[in-house]
């Protein structure tokens, strides 16, 4: 017989699953036995990586899909409905970058990322959470940052963004908690991404930045995403039952000092 896994059976929806910690996280649920709805504005990307979960054995569907959208919302739980019958856990990933300094900052640019940082998991939560009361509760994975615990200069947007998923993260705990669904942020450090790679390749001194933000880790170096979506394997799966409203750090001791 064979190894029942980590989170068998769950329906588990992964947005932004085309790149970088969502899309090792989509492996992850995979190899641990869940139905994958993924989602991503990347097409192309996303299809091929549903077609490697697929590979893993796992049952899965992509769907394009831009978190700030809420028609966009409201199609992808129609859909994970009529596939899969329910949903189980959400995977709020889906984020951008910003590294604008504030004195530079236009309107446009901060509602840009706070568009998809934390607008993206309002709506994620907004459209999801029902259907998982539906049918039984769930747990929500909102994945914030250590730039929502601790502030870094020219990243304001970013900051503001994912402190305010952290809150957004326990006041819903508190609310959906009567109706089974458990909602948990995780925090990661540096973590070796698509995401990190290309704003350091922007800055004239990307080398520099990178041996810089690696002494801020204690345990000197960046993360892996495979290290984020053990994370995220954990709060996804019944082993964290009695966990919600709480903030998963998994950050190489950056926000120890
Ligand atoms: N890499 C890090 O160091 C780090 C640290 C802390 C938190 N995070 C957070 O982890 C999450 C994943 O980041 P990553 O490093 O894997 O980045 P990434 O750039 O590799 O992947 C992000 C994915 O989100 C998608 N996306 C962006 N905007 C979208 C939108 N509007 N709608 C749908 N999809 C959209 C992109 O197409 C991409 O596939 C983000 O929320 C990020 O803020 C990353």
Redesign the pocket.
């Known amino acids: 017989m064979s190894k029942m896994g980590r989170v068998q059976g769950k329906v588990a929806l992964v ?9 090792e996280s989509a492996r992850a649920l995979a190899r641990e036995g869940a139905k994958l709805v993924l ?4 097409a192309e ?2 299809n091929a990586m549903a077609d490697e979960v697929a590979g893993l054995g796992a049952e899965v569907i992509f769907l394009a ?4 959208r809420e028609e966009d919302w409201q199609a992808v739980v129609a859909a994970a409905k009529e596939r899969f019958g329910r949903l189980d856990v959400l995977v709020n ?5 910003g590294g604008v300094p504030l004195l530079e900052s236009t309107l446009e640019q901060w509602r840009m990322v706070t ?3 934390l607008d ?1 998991v309002f709506l994620g939560m907004r459209h999801v959470c029902p259907l998982m009361i539906e049918t039984g509760g769930g747990s929500v994975i909102n ?5 929502g615990k601790v502030g870094q200069a020219g990243a304001a947007a ?1 900051c503001a963004s ?1 402190g305010g998923v952290a809150l957004l993260t326990k006041a819903s705990a508190l609310e959906l908690a009567p109706m089974g669904v458990r909602v948990n942020s995780v ?10 790679s ?1 704003a350091l390749h922007e800055m004239g001194n990307g080398n520099e930045m990178r041996d810089l933000l690696i002494t801020r880790h204690a345990l000197g170096r ?2 892996v ?1 495979k290290e ?1 979506a053990n994370g995220i394997v954990f709060l996804a799966s019944d082993e964290s039952s009695f966990m919600t409203g709480s903030e998963l750090v998994i950050d190489g001791g950056y926000t120890a000092a």
């Open positions: 947005t932004g699953a085309a790149s970088g910690i969502g899309a989602t991503d504005r990347a990307a996303g899909h831009d978190v700030t990933n889906a984020g951008v970058g568009g998809v940082n993206g994945i914030s940052s250590i730039l970013y994912k925090h990661p450090g540096y973590i070796e991404t698509p995401m990190v290309t960046m993360g995403p984020i």
